[in-house]
């Protein structure tokens, strides 16, 4: 969503440059309508190219690098889990907890009770926690992302409102040499 709204505030920004130049050219032909004077300077005066107009510092939008590393890492730990949760897989009966008890290493398994099933239990348990643990970073490195991307966007909507402002001011110009005329 933020991806979006972010990207609706490029094409405004874009939007309300057009406007600044339309308003420019618009000023031009009320001077040359103005007075005769007016009318030779715009003339002789160079015309400006016809492009894009410009974006006064304002790069062209993407979402920033750190939410869009988040939301990939976010999808594929995503889909991780939901491939080994028992609730969002199809149950297997030849893979139980029991059996995974004999994946942990020599190491590890000195640091579990010697009694089968508790180890198995306190596996489940450090399993759990692994996940829980991978399901926290990947919502910190997401809450990240969001925060970079929402100070990104304030500062393109402060851009926009001083535009905007100066804009507004140079149209009641605009409106009132056209209301002398």
Excluded: C
């Amino acid at each position: 969503e933020l991806v979006r709204q972010g990207e609706a505030l490029k094409r405004t920004e874009q939007m309300v440059d057009k406007m600044e130049q339309d308003l420019k050219t618009s000023q031009k032909h009320i001077n040359s309508i103005k007075s005769v004077w007016g009318g030779l300077v715009n003339y002789f005066k160079a015309k400006p190219p016809e492009s894009k107009p410009e974006q006064n510092g304002a790069p062209e939008y993407s979402a920033n690098s750190r939410l869009k590393e988040a939301m990939l890492s976010s999808k594929e730990q995503e889909s991780k889990y939901q491939e080994s949760h028992p609730n969002l897989r199809k149950l297997d009966n030849s893979d139980n907890d029991f059996g995974k008890a004999d994946l942990v290493s020599s190491v590890q398994r000195d640091s579990y009770p010697k009694n089968q099933h508790l180890r198995a239990y306190h596996q489940k348990i450090d399993n759990n926690l692994d996940e829980m643990s991978s399901g926290l970073s990947r919502l910190k490195n997401l809450a990240l992302g969001l925060q970079t991307e929402l100070d990104e966007q304030d500062d393109m909507l402060d851009r926009l409102t001083r535009k905007v402002e100066t804009l507004d001011v140079n149209i009641k110009s605009t409106d009132k040499k056209v209301r002398q005329l």
